[in-house]
T-cell receptor, first 109, second 115 residues
Framework: QKEVEQDPGPLSVPEGAIVSLNCTYS??????FMWYRQYSRKGPELLMY????GNKEDGRFTAQVDKSSKYISLFIRDSQPSDSATYLC?????????FGAGTTVTVRA | DVKVTQSSRYLVKRTGEKVFLECVQD?????MFWYRQDPGLGLRLIYF???????EKGDIPEGYSVSREKKERFSLILESASTNQTSMYLC??????????????FGPGTRLTVL
């Protein structure tokens, strides 16, 4: 069983829709939770990070962590074609990041 | 802005060749990492280094070695390339301040094809 499970999609939504992305994990030692965005032919870039259960908002993006259920989510409101990318969840216990497989999202204009 | 650069965007090599992938970061970060990214598998850590001349194995070190002679440069070496090493290789760096936001900054990646 992988430490981090993420539905690879692909996910296709119309512009303006809410995008919902999820990851589950099995390692209770994970303390920090991150979402990376990766555009085609580019390296991943950090989108959001959090270390506590609950919600964290940044503009149109909301990261949600439920440590009791070992479940994290990313919501993108009012999605735009420029949000089309692969989104990777990542979790950190000490020095090391463990990544999900990534979900490819396409926002249709 | 943190900048992580990788020597090549695309590389084609033959089975058995020795391959060098170079990574340079300009932010004086202590930690540097090499990952490979494959469809459906996400990013998997090959090696990392937390200081000059120091290295630690990641999850999939077999068939790879690394070198870090200078703080800003971290090299990944495939001693004898094989077709199952065809992949996207990503380098990353991070500081060691211990802060919550000590995240990893990634380079653009090198897509390696081994024929």
């Amino acid at each position: 069983q992988k430490e981090v499970e993420q539905d690879p999609g692909p996910l296709s939504v119309p512009e303006g829709a809410i995008v919902s992305l999820n990851c589950t994990y099995s390692n209770s030692a994970f303390q920090y939770f991150m979402w990376y965005r990766q555009y085609s032919r580019k390296g991943p870039e950090l989108l959001m990070y959090t270390y506590s259960s609950g919600n964290k908002e940044d503009g149109r993006f909301t990261a949600q962590v439920d440590k009791s259920s070992k479940y994290i989510s990313l919501f993108i409101r009012d999605s735009q074609p420029s949000d089309s990318a692969t989104y990777l969840c990542a979790m950190k216990a000490d020095y090391k990041l463990s990544f999900g497989a990534g979900t490819t999202v396409t926002v249709r204009a | 802005d943190v900048k992580v650069t990788q020597s090549s965007r695309y590389l084609v090599k033959r089975t058995g060749e020795k391959v060098f992938l170079e990574c340079v970061q300009d932010m004086d970060h202590e930690n540097m990492f090499w990952y490979r990214q494959d469809p459906g598998l996400g990013l998997r850590l090959i090696y990392f280094s937390y200081d000059v001349k120091m290295k630690e194995k990641g999850d999939i070190p077999e068939g790879y070695s690394v070198s870090r002679e200078k703080k800003e440069r971290f090299s990944l070496i495939l001693e004898s390339a094989s077709t199952n090493q065809t992949s996207m290789y990503l380098c990353a760096s991070s500081p060691s301040t211990g802060a919550v936001g000590d995240t990893q900054y990634f380079g653009p990646g090198t897509r390696l094809t081994v024929l």
